[in-house]
């Protein structure tokens, strides 16, 4: 496959005129078009993001302001921090958040460490059963989490870590759809470097320190971005794992506080908030290394 | 020269064999295993033979839980097979801002199923943004119970899921749209097909393949689908537990003196039948596709 931006010439608004005709006639905007293609797209912003920022103005909105009124406002008339302090001093939100950063951080480490050994081992080395061990790899991913997930539940209670974020962490650090994704990213390199480092001596684990990781980032960041968001957003898995309210992640603690207050749509809306606003942050920040990784993995594939 | 040890790849497999086997392999066949059982979420249990799944053939909430999963999948089909695709040609070309659109457009695929159900919640309440703007433009004289009414907790719950996965989606095609050969929309332009034409004739083919991919994703995600379900119905399930699908099921199961594991997993393999059954299409009609 090719990219998601594979050619960035190929409407490039400040290209000269020579590149625009060696590029394709039909794919330069016309005026009217521009205007066509950019109001869709502050149409579908709309329809994307417009919840979103409804849910903020809702947790911005003063207790003395109507939230109910007939014509919704989104600019909040008394603008206040209020229920957000609020929030966090009912429910132990920030404890949550922190529940669910040590267990992100677990699957990310886990993830990057674990899917890049295996993923190397598999795609540069040779070795007697490594069809097997790829094949039962690829077998898992026909089989979706939630089918096995009670069972998982039993092995993770015999380990005696029921009810810990150790728990909670411990079946996703190493997935195997990222060990077959760095599989995929390790084979894209021409085996003569290989060959040239052997004759120069290098061991598997040199060559896999310092020419198959350094050639894979993209691949590796997008695993990492995916792992973070996955751990921070599940929902499922530590609802069955976690019964201690201490112990929350904040996906299980939000849906505890929605019980809690489920006649004040502001305090909801700021724990809400405070969910969202990290994780759009860290994804706003990798977004670059996101869609760039995106398309490493593209061409590829 | 120097060549690797026997061991050294093994080295490297292992903690990621070690995790396969102790967190994939060995709970699908443990989930088999406790299928036979009265396994509860706290101590032991003991083995009752098909006991279980005679209980599923009588089990009224898993009736209605398939019947939401099949309704779930044919609704979000259509929407998300297309409405992503036309996302991608919409972003696909590079005008100024266009990463913007693109990252904004991915937000909802970002944040957690939990946080957009709680906030859809209140969207959708009878006092929310919808039925207000309704009440307001005079479309509708009382709200519409969209989180109480059977039919409309589903729908909403759909609409949701539509929403959630358009960005996803959208991503996926937009790999595959640069795949799809210039020359060939080219060519097109330059015989005078109009844009209309090229989309039908140029890029629909050329995404066919993934389309299929997606098309499959999509239908084993409807069969999986929990936490809109579960928020927008208060963990309740809608009206008598009508709304519950197979997973929220599963959950139930998983906890109290009134959960049973062993139900739980039969339950478990019962989801695992629905969502190889779309797989075996995909592959039946990728099969065709490369015969033709």
């Known amino acids: ?301 | 020269m120097r060549t690797n040890r026997w061991f050294t790849p093994w080295v490297l497999v292992i903690p990621a064999l070690t995790w396969l086997l102790v967190f994939n392999l060995w709970p699908s066949i443990n989930t088999v295993i406790l299928s036979f059982t009265n396994a509860r979420p706290i101590g032991g249990g003991h083995f009752v033979g098909l006991k279980n799944f005679e209980t599923l053939l009588h089990d009224d909430q898993l009736r209605w839980a398939l019947l939401n999963s099949v309704i779930y999948m044919v609704v979000c089909l259509p929407f998300l097979t297309v409405l992503p695709l036309l996302l991608a040609v919409l972003v696909e070309k590079k005008l100024p801002g266009i990463t913007f659109f693109r990252t904004a457009f991915y937000t909802p695929v970002v944040a957690s199923a939990v946080v957009v159900a709680l906030i859809w919640q209140w969207i959708l309440d009878d006092r929310g943004l919808v039925n207000g703007l309704a009440e307001k433009l005079g479309v509708i004289s009382g709200p519409l119970p969209f989180l109480s009414d059977q039919w409309l907790l589903l729908l909403s719950a759909i609409s949701l899921t539509i929403w959630k996965g358009l960005g996803y989606y959208m991503i996926i095609y937009l790999a595959a749209l640069g795949n799809v050969g210039r020359e060939l929309h080219e060519a097109a332009a330059v015989d005078g097909a109009s844009p209309l034409r090229r989309f039908l004739h140029v890029t629909i083919p050329g995404v066919r393949g993934t389309m299929i991919l997606i098309s499959i994703l999509i239908s084993v995600s409807a069969l999986r689908v929990f936490s809109e379900l579960f928020i927008l119905s208060g963990g309740k399930g809608g009206p008598g537990g009508r709304d519950n699908s197979v997973v929220m099921l599963i959950q139930q199961y998983s906890q109290g003196f009134e959960g049973n594991l062993g139900y739980a997993s039969a339950l478990s393999i019962v989801l695992f039948f629905v969502t190889v059954v779309p797989m075996l299409v995909l592959a039946r009609l990728n099969r065709r596709g490369a015969e033709a």
Request: charged share 15%.
């Open chain 1, 1 to 301: 496959m090719t990219t998601v931006q594979d050619a960035p010439q190929r409407v490039d608004a400040t290209a000269t005129p020579v590149r625009r005709s060696r590029s394709f006639g039909f794919n330069t905007v016309s005026p009217r078009e521009k205007v066509v293609r950019y109001v869709l797209l502050v149409f579908v912003l709309l329809i994307t993001i417009g919840p979103f920022l409804w849910q903020l103005s809702t947790s911005l909105k003063g207790s003395g302001e109507d939230i109910y009124t007939r014509i919704p406002r989104l600019l909040p008339a008394q603008p206040t921090f209020a229920h957000y302090k609020e929030v966090t001093d009912t429910i132990p939100v920030l404890d949550y958040a922190r529940n669910s950063l040590v267990v992100a951080v677990l699957v990310v480490g886990g993830n990057i460490i674990g899917a890049s050994l295996a993923g190397f081992a598999i795609s540069r080395l040779q070795f007697r059963g490594r069809k097997i061990v790829l094949g039962l790899f690829l077998a898992t991913l026909v089989l979706p989490g939630e089918v096995t997930i009670i069972s998982q539940y039993v092995t993770v209670r015999e380990f005696g870590l029921a009810n810990t974020l150790l728990g909670v962490a411990l079946p996703g650090m190493i997935g195997a759809l990222n060990v077959l994704l760095m599989y995929n990213a390790f084979r894209a390199l021409p085996l003569e470097v290989d060959q040239a480092a052997i004759v120069d001596g290098a061991n598997a684990w040199q060559r896999f320190v310092y020419i198959g990781l350094p050639s894979v980032r993209g691949t590796i960041s997008v695993i990492a971005i995916f792992a973070f968001i996955g751990a921070w957003d599940d929902f499922l898995w530590p609802l069955i794992v976690l019964t201690d309210p201490n112990k929350y992640t904040l996906t299980v603690g939000l849906q505890y506080l929605s019980g809690t207050f489920s006649n004040n749509p502001r305090l909801i809306a700021a724990g809400t908030m405070i969910a969202f606003i990290p994780i759009v942050i860290v994804f706003a920040t990798l977004q670059r290394f996101f869609f760039k990784g995106v398309e490493e993995g593209a061409v590829k594939g």
